[in-house]
């Protein structure tokens, strides 16, 4: 397997978290986990110098023509002048990659300048909720969906801002590589495992006196208990909590239910069993909570978009042959 190159559009005085994640995930040496890692690459989009909004100063070593030929091409985020005028020539290039098939990623407001080049007409996107009106107005044939914190359309890829790109990152490398390697990285980087995509951008305030924390012992009881049939009541009963106030807890923290929550962590379990073991599907689906394979190909398949059986060949072939190289 060769090295998957990420190549990421530099514009002046874009936002410097939102380059700082791709760097993370992508840009540091991480072969002790997959060999070969990716091959992070800064291409200028247009002429410097060129800094970021923190007034660091930045020399890429890298064009237009290296970004086209990436085999993803990341856009951050970036100023309002760039969002409002995006340089002609990056917009070109976005073209020339899409017409190419290459994987498409905007990050924040980084999906201005692949909407202006056309690419986001007819599909689903978001943006930064802040953004939303302006980018609806400016791009009315794109199905923006700002509640989200990411959506994948195909080989495009959109998010929010700021922590949403961590979760966007996350999930290509969980795309790339399977669950068991996302869920290392976020745990090198300290970040709880990556956010489903239909979480909220912007939950409601909680109720008062209501914080995270106060969902972390629950959160942790029934990811300790994932074999067993777990209830929406079962969670209530050890937070202590009327099933209505759990649930309310769930929408204004985590911006889901406690029910699809489960789902949620039933699967991912699921996939790292698929990958790092020999279980068959119906012993995976007990381990799992699922009860049956029926169950488990079920919501495994309308979660993650492919069979368990699918899942496994493409990661473990993956990890295979990675180990193998590495060996």
């Known amino acids: 397997m060769r090295t998957h190159v990420v190549a990421v559009a530099v514009t002046d005085n874009l936002p410097i978290f939102e380059l700082a994640v791709p760097q993370e995930v992508f840009g540091t040496d991480r072969r002790d986990i997959v060999d070969p890692w990716y091959e992070m690459r800064l291409c200028a989009a247009e002429p410097g110098p060129l800094r970021t909004t923190g007034g660091s100063w930045l020399d890429p070593a890298y064009g237009l023509d290296d970004l086209v030929e990436a085999d993803t091409l990341l856009v951050p985020g970036c100023a309002r002048a760039t969002q409002i005028d995006p340089p002609p020539a990056l917009i070109e290039a976005l073209r020339i990659a899409y017409a190419r098939g290459k994987r498409i990623v ?93 979480h909220t951008q912007y939950p409601a ?81 007990h381990r799992t909570g699922f009860g049956s394979g029926a169950n488990l190909r079920q919501h495994f398949g309308r979660i993650s978009g492919m069979t368990p059986q699918t899942y496994r060949h493409v990661f473990r072939y993956r990890a295979t042959a990675s180990a193998g190289r590495a060996g």
């Not at 924040?108 to 978001?126: N, P």
């Not at 989200?148 to 790109?165: E, H, P, R």
């Not at 009541?233 to 209505?244: G, V, Y």
Request: proline share 6%.
């Open 106 to 198: 905007g990050i924040c407001t980084g999906a201005y300048a692949i909407a202006a080049a056309g690419l986001l007409d007819g599909r689903r996107a978001t943006t930064h909720w802040m953004n939303a009106q302006d980018f609806a107005g400016r791009f009315p044939l794109v199905d923006l969906d700002p509640r989200v914190l990411y959506v994948a359309d195909g080989d495009i890829f959109t998010s929010a801002g700021t922590a949403a790109a961590i979760d966007l990152c996350l999930h290509l490398v969980r795309q790339d590589h399977g669950a068991a390697v996302a869920n290392e990285v976020a745990r090198r980087m300290v970040v709880a495992p990556q956010r489903a995509a239909d």
């Open 205 to 285: 305030p909680p109720v008062r006196g209501a914080s995270p924390a106060d969902l972390s012992p629950v959160l942790e009881w029934a990811r300790d208990r994932l074999d067993r049939p777990l209830s929406v009541n079962d969670l209530a009963r050890e937070a202590n909590l009327s099933p209505r106030t759990l649930a309310r807890r769930f929408r204004d923290i985590l911006g889901t239910t406690p029910l699809q929550w489960l789902l949620e962590q039933r699967v991912r379990l699921a996939q790292e069993l698929l990958e790092t073991t020999e279980d068959p599907v119906e012993r995976i689906a």
